[in-house]
C-alpha cells in the first residue's frame, strides 16, 4: 500500500495523548473516531494511549505504541510539542507507516530545531508524516477523521446550534495550508450542499506537502475537482510542477492569501518596482492550468460548478431569463468574464418568431441573445424556448434565470429546465436572486438535482466562465535554472548594475537587435563619427552613474541634422556639468518608431527566474499593464501574456503604425526570456522600450544588474 493508502484508509489508528478529560485534543479526536467506527463508516482498528492511563470506562488504554500487539498502520500525536519527537521515533521504531502530528509549537513559533528534529527521526525510520501544526484530514468515505472542533456548540442565551457542519460524502479534495481556513471552506461547501471527497490540512510540511496531495488526488478516482488553498510555498518551480500534473487529470482551483505584498527587491528596473510576489504567482498559476480565484466566496462557486458539472468546450453562452434587467447586467458581466453571447442561428430564431406570432411567447418578446420572457414568461414558455434554442448544440453554455417574484413563473419550471439539460448534459447553471422562502427552495432543488445555482448573477457568470476555461495544461515541466552562465564572458563582469554596452552585447547574442548606436566623447569624434549614421537621431546622455536617463533630461529626440545633433550634444554637455558628473560622452542612435513595449525580468524569491511583458516607454509606471511569466516562456505562452494585456488592442496597429509581426515578436520575447534562465548572474534585465513597428522589433534601451549573491 502507498502512504496516501495508510494515512486516508489504515487498517489500524492509535491515537497518542488520549486523556481521562474528554476536552482535550487527543480524547476529542479518539471520540471522534469511535463515534464513526460505532455508525459503521470507520473500519479500522483504534487504539487510545496513554502511558498514565489504564482505561477510559471499559476501553483498555495502551502505555505505548509497541504494547499494542497488532500492527498499527495511523498514529495520531497530540501530546506537547517536545514530547513528540520521542513519540514519533517510538512509532517509526513500531513499523508505523504514517503519523499525522497535530501538536503545534514547532517551526511556528520558531522551533525550527523541533522540526528538524522530526526530519531526521522521519529519515531514520522511515516513517511518513503529515503537520506538525495540523487539523491532520477528514475522509467521509472512510470515516477518518481528526479535526478537533464541535459540529454544535451553545450559544449565550442557552440554544444549542450547529456549528461546523458534518462534511457529506462527494467528489470535492480540498488541501489547505491553513487549518482554519479548511474548516470555513467545510463550513461554506456544505452550506451550498457540496460533497466532499477529503480534506487535507499540510500544516508545517516538514514531510507530506501540498505537492504529495496534489498528486494523490489527481490519481484519485473519487475526486473531480481539488480546491487548494495556499500561503506561501519555498519552491515555486516545485509547487508548478505538481500542479501541471494536478490539473492536467483534472480542475484544480487556488486560492492564494498574501496577496497585497509589495516588491521588496532593489527597484532598479521598472520591472523591480512594478512586479510583486502576487503578480508572479497569479502568472505561474495561469502557466499551469490552474483556475485562479480571489476568495473563499468564488473559491465555493468555482468548486460547486465543477463538483456537478464537467468542463465545457468553449465560451458561447446562451442567456434567458423572464427580468429584463438581470439580461442586461449579465451582457456586460459575460464579456468581463471571457464569454460571448452570440445570436441565436437563424432557423431557431425563425422558429422562435413563428412562435411568437402565433401567440406562444409574449409577444413583446424580442428574440435575441439573452431573452428576456418579460413578466409575462410562463414555466411552459421557459422549457419551449430552452429545449429549441439549445436542439442545435450550438451553445457551450447556458445561463437560466427564471425569477419567482412574477406571478406566472410556477415551481414547475425546475423540473422542466432540469429534464433537459440533464438528459442532454448541457453545461447549464440557474441564478436564483433573492432570500425569500422560495428563492431558497427553488436553488436548493436545482442544486440537489445536480444543476449549480447561485443567488447572483455574478456569482453564476464566474463559475461559467470557469467552466469554459479549464483547459488541460500542454505537458509543462518547470526546470531549475542551470549555476553556471551560459554566456561565458559574464564571469568576467563584477557585480553591479550592467554597463549599457555589455546590455546590448547580451541582448545581440539572443538574437535580439538594437538600433544602430554611435559612442562620441568629443567634438571631433561628433563630427566624424555621424557621419556613418543617417538622421533623425536620438542623442542621449552616456554614463555609468544614470539609470533613468530621461528623468536628468538626457534624452534627446528626433535630431533632424549635423546642426541639431551639435546643439544637442552641448545641451548634454552642459547638463552633465550640472549634475556634476564625469563626462563619458554620449551616445548617437538610429530612430525607430512603433509600439513602446517593456519587457523585463527580475529573479522572484519562490519562482526564481520571472519575465514580464508591459506596454512601456516612459508611461510604464503610470499604465502598470504588465503580465507577468515564470521564466523562460515558449512562444505560444507570450502570445497569453500579450491577452493579459488591458491595451491589447494596440498590437493590431493604431493609425500609422502596422499590426505587430505576433510570431516575430513572440519568438524575441521567448528568446529575452531565456537570457535571465540561462545566466542566473544576471538578476534583473530590462529592455525599455522595445520598438516595434510591424515586423520591425528593435531594443532601443536595455538596463540590468549583475549579482551572484
Ligand atoms: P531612459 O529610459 O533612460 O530615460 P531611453 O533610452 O529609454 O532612456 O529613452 C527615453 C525615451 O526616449 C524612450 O522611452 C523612447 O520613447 C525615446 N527613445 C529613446 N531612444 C529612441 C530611439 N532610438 N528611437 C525612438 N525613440 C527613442
Ligand atoms: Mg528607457
Redesign the pocket.
Known amino acids: 500500500m502507498n502512504y496516501m493508502e495508510y494515512l486516508f484508509n489504515p487498517r489500524s489508528i492509535a491515537v497518542i495523548g488520549v486523556s481521562a478529560n474528554p476536552s482535550k485534543l487527543g480524547s476529542v479526536i479518539y471520540h471522534k473516531l469511535m463515534k464513526n467506527k460505532k455508525a459503521g463508516i470507520l473500519k479500522a482498528e483504534v487504539y487510545p494511549v496513554n502511558p498514565k492511563l489504564s482505561q477510559i470506562g471499559d476501553v483498555k488504554v495502551y502505555p505505548r505504541i509497541s504494547s499494542i500487539d497488532n500492527e498499527v498502520d495511523l498514529v495520531v500525536i497530540a501530546v506537547p510539542a517536545e514530547s513528540v519527537p520521542e513519540v514519533l521515533r517510538e512509532a517509526g521504531e513500531n513499523n508505523v507507516k504514517v503519523a499525522i502530528i497535530i501538536s503545534g509549537g514547532f517551526a511556528e513559533i520558531g522551533r525550527n530545531d523541533l522540526d528538524r528534529e522530526l526530519r531526521k527521526i522521519i529519515e531514520e525510520t522511515g516513517i511518513r508524516v503529515l503537520g506538525p501544526n495540523t487539523l491532520g484530514i477528514v475522509d467521509p468515505y472512510t470515516g477518518v477523521d481528526t479535526f478537533f472542533l464541535p459540529t454544535y456548540k451553545p450559544l449565550s442565551d442557552g440554544r444549542i446550534a450547529e456549528s461546523l457542519p458534518e462534511v457529506v460524502a462527494g467528489n470535492v479534495a480540498v488541501i489547505s495550508q491553513s487549518g482554519a481556513l479548511s474548516e470555513v471552506i467545510m463550513d461554506c461547501l456544505k452550506v451550498s450542499g457540496i460533497g466532499i471527497r477529503a480534506i487535507a490540512c499540510v500544516g508545517n510540511q516538514v514531510d507530506l506537502s501540498i505537492e504529495d496531495f496534489l498528486e494523490y488526488f489527481a490519481e484519485d478516482r473519487l475526486t473531480k475537482v481539488i480546491a487548494t488553498y495556499i500561503e506561501g510555498v519555498r519552491n515555486g518551480r516545485r509547487l508548478l510542477n505538481a500542479l501541471v500534473k494536478a490539473s492536467s487529470k483534472k480542475p484544480v482551483v487556488i486560492l492564494k492569501a498574501g496577496k497585497t505584498e509589495v516588491a521588496k527587491r532593489a527597484a532598479y528596473t521598472h520591472t523591480a518596482s512594478m512586479v510583486g510576489n502576487i503578480e508572479v504567482y497569479r502568472g505561474a498559476f495561469k502557466q499551469a492550468g490552474v483556475i485562479e480565484v480571489d476568495n473563499m466566496e468564488e473559491m465555493v462557486d468555482v468548486v460547486k460548478v465543477f463538483s456537478m458539472l464537467e468542463p465545457a468546450k468553449g465560451n458561447k453562452l446562451f442567456v434567458l431569463t423572464n427580468a429584463g434587467g438581470l439580461a442586461v447586467i449579465t451582457s456586460d458581466l459575460a464579456l468581463n468574464y471571457g464569454l460571448t453571447l452570440p445570436d441565436i442561428p437563424s432557423d431557431m430564431k425563425n422558429i422562435l418568431e413563428k412562435m411568437r406570432d402565433e401567440g406562444k411567447i409574449p409577444s413583446i418578446v424580442v428574440i435575441q441573445n439573452p431573452i428576456d420572457l418579460t413578466a409575462q414568461g410562463t414555466s411552459e414558455i421557459f422549457e419551449e424556448v430552452y429545449k429549441i434554442v439549445s436542439s442545435t448544440n450550438y451553445y457551450d453554455l447556458y445561463l437560466l434565470m427564471p425569477s419567482h417574484q412574477p406571478p406566472a413563473v410556477d415551481d414547475t419550471v425546475i423540473d422542466r429546465i432540469s429534464k433537459i439539460a440533464l438528459q442532454n448534459h448541457h453545461k447549464l447553471v440557474v441564478c436564483e436572486h433573492g432570500e425569500s422562502e422560495w428563492s431558497k427552495i427553488i436553488r436548493e432543488r436545482f442544486d440537489s438535482l445536480g444543476i449549480p445555482a447561485y443567488s447572483d448573477v455574478k456569482r453564476a457568470i464566474r463559475a461559467l466562465s470557469a467552466l469554459a476555461s479549464y483547459k488541460k495544461p500542454e505537458n509543462r515541466f518547470f526546470k531549475d535554472p542551470p549555476k553556471e552562465d551560459k554566456i561565458r564572458w559574464l564571469r568576467d563582469l563584477p557585480d553591479g548594475s550592467l554597463r549599457i554596452e555589455h546590455a546590448v552585447r547580451i541582448l545581440n547574442e539572443y538574437d535580439i537587435e538594437t538600433?544602430k548606436t554611435i559612442l562620441v566623447r568629443d567634438r571631433v569624434e561628433l563630427l566624424e563619427e555621424s557621419k556613418k549614421i543617417s538622421f533623425p537621431v536620438?542623442v542621449?546622455i552616456y554614463s555609468g552613474k544614470i539609470t533613468?536617463?530621461?528623468?536628468v533630461g538626457g534624452?534627446i529626440?528626433g535630431v533632424k541634422n549635423l546642426g541639431e545633433l551639435e546643439e544637442s550634444y552641448r545641451m548634454l554637455e552642459n547638463r552633465m556639468r550640472e549634475l556634476g558628473l564625469e563626462w563619458e560622452g554620449v551616445m548617437v542612435?538610429?530612430?525607430?518608431?512603433g509600439i513602446?513595449l517593456l519587457v523585463g525580468s527580475s529573479w522572484d524569491n519562490v519562482f526564481g527566474p520571472t519575465i514580464t511583458l508591459g506596454i512601456g516607454?516612459?508611461l510604464t509606471e503610470i499604465l502598470r499593464d504588465f503580465s507577468v511569466r515564470v521564466a523562460p516562456v515558449e512562444p505560444e505562452e507570450v502570445i497569453e501574456m500579450v491577452n493579459d494585456l488591458k491595451m491589447k488592442k494596440i498590437f493590431e496597429g493604431f493609425r500609422n503604425i502596422p499590426p505587430v509581426n505576433m510570431e516575430k515578436l513572440s519568438e524575441k520575447i521567448s528568446a529575452f526570456s531565456k537570457i535571465i534562465f540561462e545566466n542566473p548572474s544576471i538578476k534583473q534585465l530590462e529592455i525599455?522600450?522595445l520598438?516595434v513597428y510591424g515586423d520591425k522589433i528593435v531594443a532601443?534601451?536595455v538596463r540590468g544588474i549583475i549579482s551572484r549573491t
Open positions: 538600433p536620438v542621449k533613468h536617463k530621461t528623468d534624452v529626440v542612435q538610429e530612430m525607430a518608431s513602446e516607454g516612459v525599455n522600450p520598438m532601443v534601451d
